[in-house]
């Protein structure tokens, strides 16, 4: 019995410690992701400074922060605009706005994206989610 006693300890405390953890990592993810984005628009002229914003964006958005992560993509697509992965961001700048309860900008976002990337992969559901903006509004 005191073997089954002392494995249930040992099991609570390891489940502990990864709660613990995974409260720690969500607390500092916010906190790192305005690093990555400061540090990005701050050191524009490094190849990864792109990606640095880009990322944090995502990670706002992964986390329901859907205006800040709009508005960081934005300024981002402004600041580089070579980036290589244009047609992604712009269509999830709209994705950020529709979720975020703004369809005519998200739909502005869509009919930008399909205007500039018409064959991108993603078009079609561009054009999905411009139907569901309208029928929504009527």
Known sequence: RESGNLERDVSMKIAGI????????VIMIMPISAFMVRQGFKNKEKPSAANLVFRGADIRMRLFQYGT????????????????????ITYRIGLCYEKGGRPEDAKKWYQQ?????PKHQWATQAQV???KIDVNNQ
């Not at 402004?78 to 047609?87: A, C, I, V």
């Not at 994206?113 to 990337?117: R, S, T």
């Open 113 to 117: 994206f399909l205007k500039q990337w």
């Open 18 to 25: 990864a709660l613990a953890a995974i409260v720690a990592c």
């Open 129 to 131: 989610r411009i139907q």
């Open 69 to 88: 992560a709009a508005k960081i993509m934005e300024k981002g697509l402004q600041t580089f605009p070579e980036y290589k992965e244009r047609g992604r």
